[in-house]
Nanobody, 117 residues
Framework: VQLQASGGGLVQAGDSLTLSCEPS????????MGWFRQAPGKEREFVAA????????IYADSVKGRFTISRDKAKNMVYLQMSSLKPEDTAVYYC???????????WGQGTLVTVSS
């Protein structure tokens, strides 16, 4: 499965930004999709995940209440709505796909989010 992520960019602290991810095939009911990120000089970390077949989501504590993951089954897309962005949210964000929870079997190419103070 290939994943096409988009939507990254340069924003100011407090701004909002939405990332999008499109898988190369329609997810099965057993599949899940998610987002991870890697900040400069840091290890990759989990951000959020959503089950394709039901309304179940999980979030990292660092983004809970600020980020929202959603999916559009008709468009075969997953989104990560990010609000109240902080400089520490600066990272390359990766879309993921798989059957685990959170999913990490397939990874997209990453999209860079830079939050200036």
């Amino acid at each position: 499965v290939q994943l096409q992520a988009s939507g990254g960019g340069l924003v100011q602290a407090g701004d909002s930004l939405t990332l999008s991810c499109e898988p190369s095939r329609r997810p099965f009911s057993s599949n899940n999709m998610g987002w991870f990120r890697q900040a400069p000089g840091k290890e990759r970390e989990f951000v959020a995940a959503i089950r394709w077949s039901r309304d179940s989501t999980i979030y990292a504590d660092s983004v809970k209440g600020r980020f929202t993951i959603s999916r559009d089954k008709a468009k075969n897309m997953v989104y990560l709505q990010m609000s109240s962005l902080k400089p520490e949210d600066t990272a390359v964000y990766y879309c993921t796909f798989g059957s685990s929870w959170p999913p990490d079997r397939f990874w997209g190419q990453g999209t860079l989010v830079t939050v200036s103070s």
